[in-house]
């Protein structure tokens, strides 16, 4: 499948401008040949319709245990160490029915939405700490102040992970997003080893953290070990670094508009509404997560092979002029933005996504408040893309 040499996705030159390629590319084809990192080879899919089919196609396996072979393959043929990191280790997210269906019973019957509205206030004196620590008069780093150590402390005092333990945590889970194995896997054999001391640990003085209830199971199931890591790996780095993102990415849009940046500051109210929009606009999640095709599939037309990696980008989709009229337009009066697939869609559906939600709008909520007249410190294509072929931040 040939396209024009400017609408190549992961490629050098495509993570600043990552909208504008991917926009170009679902115009053009709706199932688009690329290559991440340099030695995978992919299949994406980006207009709307199919991507919303395509997260529930059974077809479309998230079974590690199929997905792992098929990247092991083309690592080995790239002469690169066929060694995968902790995210591919068992945990609802890469598993099919029944399978998943148990695993996520098992963390959903503990990660429920009473314990994350129990949060609120924790979320609220958390940010206000951040918040008021900010400067006033001089450019400061809202990642590293704010959309960072917000989440991450968060999901780390859900978890149970000491305080101290924090910063190495935040080191290793960015070098994850990287998609180059040899920064990533460094970071995931040092997460694995810290997270079994964890667990085991919460074996012998267990708490009334989430990962304490997890160990613990119930009177009928429990995680076994390799479950225990892996879902731990997913809630650690999927917890944090898509709220990062998701905080990031709102501020960047509506402080980059100052007179909607004030509007937002004398209509609170409106802010949750204008939170979706960026996300509809700009995904904090730029493709969701690996799966290969268990049969031969057909997509726009286009025949996809059995035994080949699909990703579906989330960003593309939700800017389908087929679903969004004018979707290249942030608009916050948009009474469809909540139609956006930037947590997923079926049973793959992020099931932290009201914890995320309820992060950012009190992150910017108070930013909001406290900062009326904030606008960006340096013009918008100095902001330095997350160069992830799965998020989509904004290093700082």
Request: overall charge neutral; glycine content about 6%.
């Amino acid at each position: 499948m040939q396209t024009d040499t400017q609408v190549r996705l992961f490629e050098e030159d495509y993570w600043q401008h990552a909208l504008d390629v991917g926009d170009r590319v679902r115009a053009a084809e709706p199932v688009h040949r690329a290559e991440v990192g340099g030695y995978l080879p992919v299949w994406v899919i980006s207009r709307y319709a199919d991507a919303r089919r395509a997260l529930t196609d059974s077809r479309l396996s998230k079974d590690a245990g199929r997905i792992r072979p098929v990247m092991e393959r083309h690592l080995r043929a790239a002469g690169l160490p066929t060694e995968l990191s902790g995210m591919f280790r068992p945990h609802m997210l890469f598993q099919d029915q029944p399978a998943h269906g148990r695993l996520r019973r098992l963390l959903a019957d503990k990660f429920t939405r009473t314990r994350i509205e129990q949060l609120r206030s924790r979320v609220f004196d958390l940010t206000r700490t951040l918040v008021d620590a900010l400067p006033v008069d001089e450019p400061f780093d809202l990642v590293d102040k704010l959309a960072f150590p917000l989440p991450l402390t968060v999901i780390c005092e859900l978890m149970g992970v000491p305080a101290q333990d924090r910063e190495a945590l935040r080191d290793w889970t960015a070098a994850l997003m990287d998609d180059a194995p040899a920064r990533l896997l460094p970071a995931s054999r040092a997460m694995e080893g810290y997270f079994a001391e964890l667990i085991s640990a919460k074996r012998k003085h267990p708490g009334d953290d989430l990962l304490s209830a997890l160990v613990r199971g119930s009177d009928t199931d429990r995680l076994d070990d390799e479950e225990l890591i892996g879902t731990v790996f997913l809630i650690l780095v999927a917890g944090h670094e898509t709220s990062t993102n998701a905080i990031t990415k709102a501020a960047r849009w509506l402080m980059a508009d100052p007179r909607l940046w004030r509007h937002l500051a004398d209509t609170p109210h409106r802010i949750p509404q204008a939170i979706e929009e960026v996300w509809r606009f700009d995904s904090p999640v730029r493709m969701a997560t690996h799966r290969v095709t268990a049969a031969p599939v057909v997509y726009g037309g286009v025949e996809i092979p059995a035994g080949e990696i699909v990703l579906v980008s989330l960003t593309s989709a939700n800017r389908d002029p087929e679903m969004f009229g004018d979707p290249a337009s942030l608009d916050i009066g948009r009474a469809d933005a909540r139609r956006h697939l930037s947590f997923g869609y079926g049973m793959h559906h992020c099931l932290g996504a009201p914890l995320g939600r309820m992060e950012a709008e009190i992150a910017l909520r108070q930013l909001i408040a406290r900062f009326p007249r904030a606008r960006l410190a340096v013009e918008p294509q100095r902001l330095r893309a997350q160069r992830s072929a799965i998020m989509a931040g904004i290093e700082e």
